[in-house]
């Protein structure tokens, strides 16, 4: 093969712009631009409202009863994640709420965990959730506990923790896997309320069946904002519904079009 001419990988260089990544420029823009305009609408006043969600309407329920009960409320981010996982990382908002309400409830909340990480932050995200709520002082470091890595070990450790704390009421929200069952079938048979949610379609089964309320796909990562009120939270939901609204629309448009003149050829990206 002949050596390239240094022309050429000079000429070859300066093709900066790449015309056939053009759709996908200007969705990002377009993307981007509908966030910050409503984000910037949320901080001058712009309220949102997401629909009720009858799982996060029941979480202070839930609490309220564990607290009646005298007996505890047990949180758990399953097995199948780590402290990168978009999951963990929305489960540890709603944790952030769960810890504040069982702070003003004088209520245990017991956090197992089966990754050291995700241990150290659910602590500092407890502690700072009772120093919130204004009782620091009722906030127990060894009640969020490391269990084990092992999925089966984990599972049967928590399954013990429930059996002999009997929690009045149980959150499973994060990554599940096999252990899924496991646990929502316990806290089943210890009569506690189960919230539930996941972003795995194979787990949402077992949670419907055996849980009380379950959130469904991006329900879970909805619930942060929908508890707190956060209005830049809501307002990035809020850009998300609109971006699909959008994009089922060119869907159907495109779909028409191809129909009824297939050999246009203009709108091939």
């Known amino acids: 093969m002949p050596p390239v001419p240094p022309i050429a990988i000079i000429a070859e260089s300066e093709k900066w712009f790449d015309a056939s990544k ?8 377009v993307v981007l631009g509908v966030v910050v305009l409503l984000w910037l609408m949320s901080r001058r006043g712009s309220s949102f409202t997401p629909r009720q969600i009858p799982g996060l309407k029941a979480v202070e329920d839930a609490i309220g009863r564990a607290t009646e009960m005298a007996r505890p409320v047990l949180y758990t981010p399953g097995w199948g994640g780590d402290i990168q996982r978009p999951t963990t990382i929305a489960s540890m908002n709603i944790l952030s709420q769960v810890a504040e309400k069982t702070a003003q409830y004088d209520c245990t909340l017991i956090y197992p965990t089966h990754d050291p990480v ?50 009045a009421a149980i959150f499973l929200l994060g990554t599940f896997e096999a252990e899924s069952l496991i646990l929502a079938e316990t806290g089943n048979t210890v009569g ?32 942060s904002g929908y508890l707190s009120g956060d209005k830049a939270i ?36």
């Open 22 to 29: 053009l759709p996908l420029f200007v969705i990002a823009i």
């Open 192 to 223: 506690a309320i189960q919230i539930a949610g996941t972003d795995s379609t194979i787990q949402l089964a077992f949670f419907i069946v055996a849980c009380d309320y379950t959130l469904i796909g991006e329900e879970l990562f909805v619930a």
């Open 118 to 167: 995700i241990q150290s932050v659910a602590q500092e995200v407890v502690s700072e959730s009772y120093a919130r709520s204004g009782f620091a002082d009722r906030y127990r470091q060894e009640d969020v506990r490391y269990v084990s890595s092992s999925q089966f070990g984990y599972a049967a450790a928590v399954e013990g923790i429930i059996t002999r704390t009997q929690p």
């Open 234 to 269: 809501l307002a990035s939901v809020r850009a998300q519904d609109m971006l699909k609204i959008a994009l089922a629309a060119f869907l159907l448009i495109a779909m028409v079009w191809v129909t009824f003149a297939p050999n246009s050829g203009w709108w091939k990206f």
